[in-house]
């Protein structure tokens, strides 16, 4: 099993998923945590309001380009997120976690575990 936790410095849960810089991929087996590794995210950057209109073929475009690093992940872990993004990750059989937690290793274990608390209503 793959996932991805998106972070800005390895450590802590970014609090908006467009916005965030890295994906940290785990891929465990048996319930036992086998390999990290770090991708590139493709961010946006806040120029107005175009990039929260998820019609338009802009945004949807971006929200592709953000979600083809992890095509081989099952689930990411974030802290906040838009609807769009949201939606574009679903498509794509992804599942988006929204957490309140706040390090990269507590949200790791609680996925593993099973016990991670999403939180969709922290969705904008």
Avoid: W
């Amino acid at each position: 099993m793959k996932f991805a936790i998106v972070s800005d410095d390895e450590k802590t849960i970014s609090r908006h998923f467009g916005q965030a810089r890295t994906y940290l991929v785990f891929t465990s087996g048996e319930g036992i945590f086998m390999t990290r590794e770090s991708r590139p995210k493709p961010a946006h950057e806040h120029h107005g309001h175009a990039e929260h209109n998820h019609q338009h073929s802009g945004a949807n475009a971006l929200h592709q380009s953000m979600a083809d690093p992890i095509l081989d992940c099952e689930a990411v872990i974030t802290g906040g997120m838009g609807r769009g993004a949201y939606q574009s990750l679903q498509a794509h059989g992804i599942r988006a976690i929204i957490t309140d937690l706040t390090f990269v290793e507590e949200a790791v274990n609680a996925y593993m575990n099973g016990t991670l608390v999403d939180h969709p209503e922290r969705l904008h």
